[in-house]
């Protein structure tokens, strides 16, 4: 399909980045290692990101993780982009990053959100979500296990709006060839990776037959080159129906930026919510982790009662991303304890415990796993 492109576009299409090789985890390359010990940037954001920092801080040091946080605190109110600026050459110079939900408190026009803003500087094209029911959290649905692969940096989310004449707002979704292919063969390279058998191309082809319908054409030719996973496709309205009512039909799914917002909160819904599961921003060159619905959860910020497990599974899928595999294991183990076999859930889960009691069982299970075991997991 032959598309034009308008010269405001341009800076979108960043062609130089399709790189057929460097997928799956293999994606950013962690830069700030000094004498064994790795330094990222840990971005707290608003609402209840800086005491959710505050336990990743808390677990990091009692399990003896060799990381160093470089914060850095971006001011919702601000117009300016200095802050925004340093975090985003604080994350370049470590590759790695740990962050909250930053607000743009902002309604000027112009003033760009400064989580796209990110992600789109630092190129990060696809965020990936894996959503596992914990069998211990009483849900609708039973054993969940559903990969959501998002195109993470155009579409809804350009950010290109302008008031045409008075009254008439336009905004443009922008898809291109090569972050649909870049983030269609993501999808695929990282099911072959883990051995599943199917993706599903979410889209609204439909209505939107030039954008979805390049998403879905794409999506369609690099699933050729993987003949031994099914390829289906899905419109958007349906998807969130059949996911409801049959979760368990969905394996790996693809779509664009909005329906991955969408999505992405819907299936955390159905295992849990806001609190349990994690997010990865990849891109070629840096990672970014933080909780996978990205909200703010301002007000329940400061009560002690938001629920600490989605920030803590970011750091897990952090030091995985490291290579720390023996203190990612313990804290994943030390977390599934707590919620499956410890029964400690926070309000949002329907329990009674507090943030802070979440935390410090998790650092008695930490203890109990470790116990004879020096910090590179070498018995004694
Ligand atoms: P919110 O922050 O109010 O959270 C939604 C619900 O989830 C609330 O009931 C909250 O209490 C609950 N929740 C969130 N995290 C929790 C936790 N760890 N433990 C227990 N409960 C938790 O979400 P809302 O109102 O949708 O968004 C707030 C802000 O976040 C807005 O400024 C929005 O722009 C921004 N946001 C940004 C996104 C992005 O991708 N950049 C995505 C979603 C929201």
Request: aromatic share 6%; with cysteine.
């Amino acid at each position: 399909m032959a598309v034009r492109v308008c010269e405001r576009l341009r800076p979108l299409l960043k062609t130089s980045h399709l790189s057929p090789i460097s997928f799956v985890r293999k994606a950013a390359i962690a830069k700030a290692k000094y004498g064994g010990r790795h330094t990222v940037t840990m971005l707290p954001g608003g609402g209840i990101g800086p005491e959710l920092m505050a336990y990743v801080k808390e677990v990091f040091r009692f399990a003896g993780v060799p990381v160093d946080f470089e914060t850095v605190s971006i001011d919702p109110q601000s117009e300016g982009n200095e802050d925004l600026e340093y975090a985003i050459t604080s994350i370049r110079r470590n590759g790695v990053c740990i962050k909250g939900n930053i607000e743009t408190k902002s309604l000027t026009a112009g003033v760009q959100s400064r989580n796209v803003a990110i992600r789109s500087e630092l190129d990060l094209f696809v965020s990936v979500l894996h959503c596992k029911s914990y069998p211990g959290v009483r849900c609708r649905h039973k054993g969940i296990d559903v990969i959501l692969v998002r195109q993470n940096t155009e579409g809804e989310y350009a950010m290109l709006e302008h008031e045409s004449v008075s009254g008439v707002v336009e905004s443009m979704k922008v898809v291109t060839a090569e972050n649909a292919e870049r983030v269609a063969r993501y999808g695929f390279e990282y099911a072959k990776k883990l051995g599943r058998k199917k993706v599903t191309t979410i889209h609204k082809a439909n209505i939107m037959k030039l954008s979805d319908g390049l998403f879905l054409e794409t999506s369609r030719k690099v699933a050729k080159d993987y003949p031994n996973i099914q390829h289906n496709d899905m419109i958007i309205d349906n998807c969130c129906m059949q996911l409801v009512s049959n979760p368990h039909q969905f394996d790996v799914m693809i779509m664009t930026n909005l329906y991955g917002a969408i999505v992405s909160n819907v299936v955390c819904g159905l295992v849990g919510g806001a609190g349990l599961i994690s997010g990865i921003n990849y891109g070629d060159h840096y990672a970014v982790f933080e909780p996978g619905t990205r909200n703010t959860g301002t007000a329940i910020a400061g009560k002690n009662i938001a629920n600490p497990i989605a920030m803590l599974s970011a750091s897990v899928d952090m030091l995985e991303h490291l290579g720390f595999h023996y203190h990612a294991t313990n804290i994943r183990k030390a977390i599934e304890y707590t919620i499956n076999e410890d029964r400690l859930h926070t309000l949002d889960l329907g329990g009674t415990s507090s943030s802070t009691d979440i935390v410090h069982n998790v650092l008695k299970r930490i203890e109990k796993l470790t116990e004879g075991h020096n910090w590179m997991g070498k018995s004694y």
